[in-house]
Structures are given as structure tokens and as C-alpha cells.
């Protein structure tokens, strides 16, 4: 298995959604009332503002960004993401998004859970293994596990999140 370089795709990566979480954050400040927001939408203005400040401190990089063809994909891909998860919001109720996103981490190979959870592959497959949950290959989804061993998701997801 090769190493990730996880800057070339961590730094897009908040890069796209670093913005959209400001602009959804400024939209939300001047339409909603709702007090509990309130905390969101201030701490959106925060970082906002602390967006404005990094690329203006940092404008040359920051501009190198949306010449690389492939940092300009990624930064796509997590505004696509963002979009089409409002979209669903809009459509599906609450509780169809959240077992719809449930759906989408049980599918998810290992190898990409394990960085989510602050973990390397190696790590995470000890401790599913520890669980009971011997995995033999990264490239195997929580479903996967779940049907090799008939257990439930649920049971695999709290060892993975634990």
C-alpha cells in the first residue's frame, strides 16, 4: 500500500469546504432567529474571517491552488459533496439523510474509515480485531465485516468511532 501525500489533498480539501461552511454561515446569520444557530452563525462570521485572513497572508500559494488541475478537482468534489448534502437535506427528511450518510460510512472501505477516526489503517484494524472483528483486508467495507462475522453495523461502527 502506498503513502497518502495528505497535503496535496487535505489543503484543497479545506479549502472547498472552508468556504462553503462561510458562505452557508453568512446566509444563515441574516435569515434565521433561531437561538441555537446563533452560536453557528457566529462562529461561521469567525471563520470567515479567518478564511479572509489566511489567503490574504497567504495569496500567492492559495492562488497556485486553482492552477493544479488536480487541487481544482478536489476543491470541486467537496463543493459537489456539501451541495448535493443540502439538496438531500431539502428532500429527505431527517432522519432518511442521517441513515442515508449511515449507509454511505458502512460502505466505505477501512482504509479510508481509519484516517476519519484519527487513525492509521494498521491501528484501526487492531482494534476492530481486539473487538472481535479480525479483518484481513483494508479494502473491506464495515458491511463487509458485519456480514463475514453476521453481526450488526451498529456493533462494528461503535468499535470503529469508539
Do not use: C
Amino acid at each position: 500500500m502506498r503513502n497518502l501525500n495528505i497535503r496535496r489533498w487535505s489543503t484543497p480539501l479545506i479549502i472547498g469546504t472552508g468556504i462553503f461552511v462561510a458562505i452557508t454561515g453568512l446566509i444563515m446569520f441574516f435569515i434565521t432567529e433561531d437561538p441555537f444557530k446563533f452560536a453557528h452563525e457566529l462562529v461561521g462570521i469567525g471563520f470567515a474571517v479567518a478564511i479572509v485572513l489566511h489567503i490574504s497572508s497567504n495569496w500567492r500559494p492559495f492562488k497556485r491552488y486553482f492552477s493544479q488541475r488536480s487541487a481544482v478537482s478536489i476543491i470541486t468534489l467537496a463543493w459537489l459533496i456539501a451541495i448535493s448534502l443540502v439538496i438531500t437535506s431539502a428532500i429527505l427528511d431527517k432522519g432518511e439523510s442521517e441513515e442515508l450518510i449511515v449507509t454511505q460510512i458502512e460502505q466505505t472501505p477501512i482504509v479510508l474509515l481509519a484516517p476519519i477516526v484519527n487513525m492509521n489503517v494498521s491501528e484501526l484494524i487492531e482494534q476492530l480485531g481486539e473487538d472481535g472483528f479480525v479483518v484481513d483486508n483494508p479494502e473491506m467495507s464495515i458491511e463487509q465485516v458485519a456480514d463475514q462475522y453476521s453481526a450488526d453495523t451498529d456493533d462494528i461502527l461503535i468499535s470503529v468511532f469508539r
